[in-house]
């Protein structure tokens, strides 16, 4: 089937279209995972996932030192300067065995009181055991992934994420049913490796030609510009999975385990359809943002990505909410209680989504310290908000709590954005 025109003369719109295709077969797959996930381990079980899987993200993050975002910035701006690309993945790797090392080691020798702080007891110290093996799976397939993304080979991109996804849904389909919550765990703690072999499969020709792996020194020549990477991500990424992590125990303690697994099986479902937008922020918007020197070019390309993203998103999410209880007796049957949730959950995705292209400005420009307040206030907002309105609305009050700090964020975001140019045109 021919793509049409319009789609094709603009690149994000079609990075979108070739996007949806795979986030829609993601999210038919996903809803059948959830069902099954539901039926067997329940609400409780749904908790624990979600507990290990902001584990899984804060070392996505740590294991890799932070650097993703550079990564894909420098091989945007570089990617003809084979010198410069040397540099960078020398630099690269020298952070990310330090990465490796201290993660692998912490996981380990602290399993038990890892297991105890995530799931209340250390009958899973075996799990985080498992996971400090496959810490060196998660840190390549995170640095190699910014290759994919800094050189914007979305069709690559969709097919690693699509392959990828299939393989790691059929492992946990399979270790759940065989082994119950303890196989869910195992499959969630071994993606990394499926992840990993597939982006190899598929790219590694091009990550040849870019990456001269026998010129990678154990030195750190760009260290400097990828500090401030670095100390972004460890903000956003680890603050963020600490503070769900720290919220969902909240919930067990001040009302249930069931309560806390509403609400993380609420924020499965914005996470499928907001993954749709993480492959487009990370090939189009860093990217060219990073490329562009002017207000009016921003102020432009900002209203081309609102032009095309909001109203797609905006029509999915009203049918979301329209179809609210169709989606739970599909996917959650059991859960009920959930359908509150939605309408403040996907209002506070909506306005998030629309922050989040602007703050990818701080991103491009290197704009640590804006980067660095603006995510300090939103998980402080969330922090804070959540645990006041949970006292009086119960397990509805941390959704609101999302909505009311996605408000504040964009307000704060616009202004110190604006800002920023307002400060070049100055020095012009």
């Known amino acids: 089937m021919k793509i049409p025109q319009f789609i094709r003369a603009n690149l994000l719109l079609k990075m979108t279209s070739l996007n949806a295709v795979v986030i829609t077969i993601r999210l038919i797959v996903s809803l059948f995972i959830q069902r099954l996930l539901a039926e067997i381990v329940g609400e409780a079980g749904i908790s624990k996932i979600g507990q290990l899987r902001n584990l899984s993200q804060m070392l996505t993050s740590i294991s890799s030192v932070g650097i993703f975002n550079g990564v894909v910035k420098y091989v945007a701006e570089h990617k003809e300067n084979k010198e410069q690309l040397t540099k960078l993945f020398s630099t690269a790797f020298f952070f990310t065995v330090i990465g490796v090392v201290c993660c692998s080691l912490i996981l380990y020798f602290g399993a038990d009181h890892i297991s105890e702080y995530l799931f209340g007891s250390n009958s899973f110290s075996y799990l985080i055991k498992l996971i400090s093996v496959t810490v060196p799976f998660i840190s390549m397939q995170r640095i190699f992934n910014g290759v994919v993304n800094g050189l ?81 991500s460890l903000v956003s990424t680890v603050l963020l999975n600490y503070v769900e992590i720290d919220i969902r125990t909240m919930i067990v303690n001040r009302i249930t385990e069931e309560d806390a697994g509403i609400w993380t099986a609420m924020t499965f479902i914005s996470k499928n359809y907001m993954v749709f937008s993480g492959a487009i922020f990370t090939l189009y918007v860093l990217p060219k943002f990073s490329s562009i020197h002017t207000r009016s070019g921003f102020t432009k390309e900002l209203l081309n990505i609102y032009k095309t993203l909001l109203p797609i998103f905006g029509v999915g999410m009203i049918l979301v909410y329209l179809f609210r209880d169709v989606v739970i007796q599909i996917i959650y049957p059991d859960f009920t209680g959930m359908e509150p949730l939605f309408k403040w959950q996907l209002m506070g995705d909506f306005i998030r989504l629309a922050s989040l292209v602007l703050a990818h400005q701080f991103l491009a420009k290197k704009l640590v310290r804006n980067f660095i307040f603006t995510e300090i206030l939103s998980l402080a907002l ?22 009311v700090r996605y408000v504040i964020y964009f307000i704060v975001v616009f202004l110190l954005v604006y800002r920023y140019f307002r400060k070049q045109a100055s020095k012009d």
């Open 382 to 403: 969330f922090y804070i908000l959540a645990r006041y309105f949970t006292a009086t609305y119960g397990v509805e009050g941390v959704v609101i709590a999302h909505f």
């Open 152 to 232: 914007s080979m979305y069709k690559q991109f969709a097919k690693i994420d699509l392959f990828a996804y299939l393989l790691s849904a059929i492992l946990t389909v399979t270790l759940l049913l065989n082994y119950n919550i303890d196989g869910a765990l195992i499959a969630i703690a071994l993606a990394p490796v499926i992840q990993l072999l597939v982006l190899l499969f598929i790219f590694f020709k091009v990550l040849k030609e870019y990456v001269q792996f026998n010129k990678i020194s154990f030195k750190a020549p760009m260290g400097k510009s990828l500090l401030a990477f670095t100390t972004m």
